[in-house]
């Protein structure tokens, strides 16, 4: 998926590829919080999301300050893409679990940008 969104600062246009999974109506995507691009969502912002070649308009805010909704969003996120646990450096067990403390502490670090259809 792409994200594009306006600088809040620049007023310039910035697009970044991501991964993403579906959330109910929504869209979800993470990154870790040491990137600077999520920032331009806090408190909300419109968005433009390709998703599988078509463009659409979204709503998306950045969760960062809520390590239990990160925490689960990120439990989530893992079953789908286990190999992404590296990303957020967070150990697999041998039967594929996510290490808990690894879990805990990138619960800390990463952010979630959810977006909804506007």
Known sequence: MLITFTGRISNKK???????IRAGSGI???TAAENQ?????RGGADVILRIQ???AQYHASAIFDDPARVRQG????????PQDAAYHDIRLTRDK????EDLDRASTTAVIVEAQPA
């Open 14 to 20: 910035f697009t970044t590829p991501v991964r993403y």
């Open 28 to 30: 979800r995507c993470f």
């Open 37 to 41: 691009w999520w920032r331009n969502l």
């Open 53 to 55: 070649g078509k463009d």
């Open 74 to 81: 990120l439990e989530d996120y893992l079953k789908v893409f």
């Open 97 to 100: 679990g996510l290490v808990k």
